[in-house]
């Protein structure tokens, strides 16, 4: 690609360009966005042509391709605006992509542009609940799924850049028909995201009156990390995918009302002893199926997106000790994809969780430190 543009410059786009730029591609990067943040762009030299989202038959002219990363209705409306463009007679085909949450509605409009634009929708599953520039990270698709959603008869051949490009951030291009994709992403996205803010949104006054929220464990905290994520993106998600995500939202209060039944179920006399009438095989059940379903998402071959082989590490409380862990793994050459520090508290040792590419790095990685005395887990 000559030049590639990101209509909407924040956490995705900025994170392509970020790659673009450390890799020192020829490619030519032009932002597309609102006054303040095209100038932090200029300031950090992630772009090098700067365009105002109206002033679209300027940004869309020499373009290779086009990637449409602002909010799914802001989407909807770029394309409307792109289909009115009046390019040069001849002008070479221009390859329009998008990184819409929702495919369905999207894809219909994409389909309606005239040449030479030729529209291909996609999705990375990669993201964060920060969501500007400041946030961006040129790894942050690495090994993630980027799901690629052709018209139908349209060659592979038309859309080579946009696979090129998921290739060279590190996702996995997964060809997928619009509507199984907006099915899917309502159980394993937009689902999720719902329930995390209803779960947030739901501690009941006897734990707010007194602050007993702070109390919460990690489970708790995990479960409403994403309750942090902003409205505006996901008012676009709901109203393009409602169908499905209440769907799923049904489908999950119909098992939460299984659990509550068996719940409910469970007898217990005073001194602690299950009774005889004794029902806990019914959340037994829930329980086991809950394993399967888990284990279901890392089966053999699939899931690239959590395919990264984890390590604990337990840390000496003192300075140091993360470097201590860290600087041997660098000079061995092994390079750390993700990395967390848990359960940190003052005069106990904490602990922490390397993440690697592969099995065989994690494997070096624990001989390495194994032979520093460090008594390194396999996650």
């Avoid at 762009?41 to 990363?69: P, Q």
């Avoid at 542009?113 to 929708?121: A, S």
Wanted: hydrophobic residues 45%; contains cysteine; charged residues 20%.
């Amino acid at each position: 690609m000559q030049r590639i543009t990101l209509v909407g410059f924040g956490l995705l786009a900025s994170s392509v360009a970020a790659a673009i730029k450390q890799a020192k591609l020829p490619t030519i990067v032009r932002a597309v966005s609102s006054p303040s943040t095209l100038e932090r762009a200029r300031e950090v030299k992630l772009a090098d042509e700067f365009f105002g989202y109206d002033d679209t038959a300027s940004w869309a002219e020499g373009s290779d391709l086009i990637l449409l990363c602002s909010p799914i209705l802001h989407i909807l409306k770029t394309i409307d605006a792109l289909s009115k463009v009046q390019l040069p007679a001849g002008h070479k085909k221009i390859l329009v992509s998008d990184i819409g949450s929702t495919k369905v509605e999207i894809c219909k409009a994409g389909a309606k542009l005239p040449g030479p634009f030729c529209f291909v929708g996609s999705h990375p599953m990669a993201g964060s609940e920060k969501r500007t520039m400041e946030y961006n990270d040129p790894s942050i698709f690495e090994n993630a799924y980027w799901f690629v959603c052709p018209p139908d008869g349209v060659e592979e051949s038309a859309y080579a850049d946009l696979l090129q490009l998921i290739s060279f951030v590190g996702a996995h291009s997964v060809v997928f028909p619009p509507e199984h994709h907006d099915r899917t992403m309502a159980w394993v996205s937009h689902m999720p995201q719902m329930l995390s803010s209803t779960l947030a949104a739901s501690m009941p006054e006897r734990l707010l009156k007194y602050n007993y929220q702070h109390y919460a464990g990690r489970a708790f905290r995990d479960m409403t990390r994403i309750a942090a994520s902003g409205w505006n993106m996901w008012h676009d998600i709901a109203v393009t995918n409602r169908n499905e995500t209440a769907l799923a939202l049904r489908e999950v209060r119909d098992g939460l009302d299984k659990t509550i039944a068996a719940m409910d179920s469970l007898q217990v006399v005073s001194d602690g002893t299950p009774a005889a009438a004794d029902c806990s095989e019914n959340l037994e059940s829930i329980f086991k199926a809950g394993n399967d379903g888990r284990a279901s998402l890392f089966a053999p071959g699939r899931n690239a997106a959590a395919a990264f082989s984890e390590i604990t590490v337990p840390l000496k409380d003192e300075p140091g000790a993360l470097l201590s862990v860290l600087k041997p793994l660098a000079e061995w050459g092994l390079n750390i994809r993700d990395i967390e520090l848990m359960k940190v508290r003052e005069n106990v040792a904490g602990t922490l969780l390397l993440a690697f590419k592969t099995p065989d790095e994690a494997r070096r990685a624990i001989q390495i430190l194994t032979a520093l005395d460090y008594d390194v887990k396999e996650r």
